[in-house]
């Protein structure tokens, strides 16, 4: 839906929002039916949890203006971005365990909404234990096709997150034949040196072992990707633009170093390394052997914190004269970072072959893990996966890997800024966002963001425009995500200001005749979101 603000923009545009709802315009302002009333709470989760979201679609909605060729015979030209696709993401539970579309007259609003605001489209997580949830090749699409139909229809480009990936926090989880499988084999998950198990996605040592009922989790991830492409094949290049490939925890290429959630008012600790299961130890076995030190193969390091402490409470990350620096440490290391690594390379390669001929593009997430990252060992960038440490870039062969594989980067973390970090945790996430970027323009891979702060970061819309600006190159930034918050009045307006501000073209004063200039004003709606939490 257009909505021009030349011309005949007025009928145009309260066509549209009567669409939406809205009753009539006055004034330049649209007011709304108060019987426009959409449900957010029809997710089992939420249900038991006796809670109802109720929506009152009022939302504070800027129309975009439609750009002409030329006012007054010349160029309306320069716009604050150049080709940076902006992105909102789903509720996470957009699709329930019965495979029907959960908050369907909320999301439909919604997408009208963002439709109408100028955002280009959606990101849909697509859940493995939701589609193949009761047994291996037995795949349920049909909610997720009703979604899309749905974005389709409103007029938005869809991006699909695979999620290869459980969330306990959202109770999201793996598929019932796999939970099965990791009952009687838990060799499938990844072990900390406690022994306890990280059970929310498989552990990379057995990507090419045939541990679910004689397939390699690369071979059903694969067959699920083929399943997904046959299915949604009148979507694909069309409608579905883009898609994430599942990496690991929370999607991302990076192993489960800080499996306990962190208090709000505490630092977040250095996290541990994970390869405690018994095929990861087999592994790092027989590498430790090859390479003519069998002791070194026998574990991790032995003298590392564990998940909440500081570098300093422990030898090995110490910045001065700490073990990390030693022969057995850059074994370690190394072995370790390549491991990861090289399950990214199986994963991209996988995706970017199944994905080649659909006119999508892949891409694949890497973590702003940004905590400790001023002192001398980056521990929580080690314990993660990525071998970076003030004297060695980590992330070179990780972007040289996705450039291998045609694939582009989603970095988290584009709202963050180091002012509004504790000085306590060293951390710096603008420091890190522009050392992956240096690595991924000297190896040619595009960049694409999001934000990582649910409830909004101090100073985050700020921050994210200071990303997608100037030189730093954006290819997509996906915002997250709809739900009761997103439509809030404490949230919604303020990104309502943040989308008009990345969209509005740059006008001279005599490049727009003086009454459109009025018009164009004149059509800035008015904000009243109302989200009422109400006893079920």
């Known amino acids: 839906m257009e909505v021009s603000m030349i011309g005949s923009s007025q009928v145009k545009t309260e066509l549209a929002y009567r669409e939406l709802g809205f009753c009539n315009l006055k004034g330049g302002k649209a007011v709304i039916s108060s019987k426009n009333r959409v449900c957010f709470g029809r997710s089992t989760g939420w249900r038991k949890s006796g809670i109802r979201f109720t929506l009152r679609a009022t939302a504070a909605i800027q129309s975009e203006p439609l750009r002409s060729d030329s006012v007054s015979g010349r160029s309306r030209i320069s716009k604050s971005r150049d080709n940076v696709r902006l992105f ?4 996470l539970d957009s699709i329930s365990d019965c495979n029907a579309v ?12 963002l439709k109408l605001l100028g955002v280009e489209g959606v990101e849909l997580p697509v859940w493995w234990g939701t589609v193949e949830k009761e047994a291996m090749g037995k795949y349920e699409w049909s909610g997720y096709l009703a979604l899309a139909e749905m974005v389709q229809n409103a007029g938005l480009k869809l ?7 459980a969330s306990k926090q959202h109770k999201l989880s793996l598929p019932e034949w796999v939970s099965r499988i990791g009952e009687s084999e838990p060799g499938i998950f990844f072990n900390d040196r406690a022994g306890q198990q990280y059970k929310e996605c498989l552990s990379l040592a057995v990507d090419d072992l045939p541990v679910l009922d004689g397939k390699t989790p690369v071979q059903v991830y694969h067959e699920f990707c083929e399943s997904f492409k046959s299915s949604f094949s009148s979507f694909m290049g069309s409608t579905i633009t883009g898609i994430s490939m599942g990496l690991g925890p929370d999607g991302e290429l990076r192993y489960p ?7 709000s008012n505490k630092i977040t600790g250095v996290g541990e390394f994970q390869c405690y299961d018994k095929n990861m130890l087999s592994i790092l076995k027989q590498h430790a052997e090859a390479n003519g030190n069998p002791l070194w193969g026998l574990g991790g390091p032995h003298d590392a914190p564990t998940y909440d402490e500081s570098p300093n409470s422990n030898n090995f990350f110490r910045d001065h004269g700490g073990s990390w620096e030693s022969p057995y440490a850059d074994f370690f290391l190394s ?3 390549n491991q990861l690594i090289s399950h990214g390379e199986r994963l991209l390669s996988l995706a970017s072959s199944t994905f080649s001929e659909t006119a999508t593009t892949v891409y694949g997430k890497v973590p702003l893990i940004h905590s400790w990252y001023k002192t001398q060992s980056h521990p929580s960038e080690l314990t993660a996966g990525y071998y970076n440490t003030a004297t060695r870039d980590g992330y070179e062969a990780v972007t040289e890997m996705f450039a291998r594989n045609s694939c582009k980067l989603m970095l988290p973390g584009m709202d963050l800024s180091d002012e509004h970090q504790p000085h306590e945790s060293l951390s710096s996430p603008e420091l890190l966002l522009a050392q992956i970027r240096t690595a991924c323009r000297k190896h040619g891979v595009e960049v694409s963001g999001l934000n990582l702060s649910a409830t909004g970061a101090p100073g985050g819309f700020e921050q994210i425009k200071k990303n997608l600006v100037g030189d730093n190159v954006v290819d997509l930034f996906i915002y997250q995500r709809m739900g009761a918050y997103f439509f809030s009045p404490e949230h919604f307006p303020s990104f309502t200001k943040f989308v008009r501000s990345l969209n509005q073209s740059e006008l001279h004063s005599d490049d ?6 009025e018009a164009a004003d004149s059509l800035l709606v008015s904000s009243d979101s109302v989200v009422h939490m109400q006893e079920a």
């Open 88 to 91: 909102v993401g789903l509720p």
């Open 102 to 113: 959960n908050h369907a007259r909320a999301i439909a609003a919604g997408l009208k909404a």
């Open 159 to 165: 991006h699909v997150s695979l999620c290869f990936h």
């Open 257 to 263: 170093s800080h499996q306990r959630l962190v208090k």
């Open 335 to 337: 072995w370790y970072s």
């Open 512 to 517: 727009l005749p003086e009454e459109k200039e």
